[in-house]
């Protein structure tokens, strides 16, 4: 069982940076492939980033690459999504969630989920 939370979202404008952070309980994390998901308002949840367990392999959908970057301290249970030239389209409720690595863009891969935190970029 891995519970997980979510911290470091907020407002800012577009063009601004925001870390989101992500603490995981159990003593298991680092046999979990960790991956940040976003739902805006009237939408499907969509895969943003992933990471390996050993944290040396990123994945990141097309419409964050090279604006985001995920990263990972297993020492610390915690997973980091740090997002750069942020955009109004960027605005969601970003979620955290563990997985064991066969579905890596699919929210179907993961099995445990945070509660979400906001993200709203102004124009």
């Known amino acids: 069982q891995v519970q997980l939370v979510e911290s470091g979202g907020g407002l800012v404008q577009a063009g601004g940076s925001l870390r989101l952070s992500c603490a995981a309980s159990?003593?298991?994390?680092?046999?979990?492939?960790m991956g940040w998901f976003r739902q805006a308002p009237g939408k499907e949840r969509e895969f943003v980033a992933a990471?390996?367990?050993?944290?040396?392999?990123?994945y990141y959908a097309d419409s964050v690459k090279g604006r985001f970057t995920i990263s990972r301290d297993n020492a610390k249970n915690t997973v980091y999504l740090q997002m750069n030239s942020l955009k109004p389209e960027d605005t969601a409720v970003y979620y955290c969630?563990?997985?064991?690595?066969?579905?890596?863009?699919?929210?179907?891969?993961?099995?445990?989920w945070g509660q979400g935190t906001q993200a709203t970029v102004s124009s």
């Open positions: 159990g003593r298991a994390f680092s046999s979990y492939v």
């Open positions: 990471i390996s367990r050993g944290g040396d392999i990123p």
């Open positions: 969630a563990a997985g064991t690595g066969n579905s890596i863009y699919s929210k179907n891969g993961y099995y445990y």
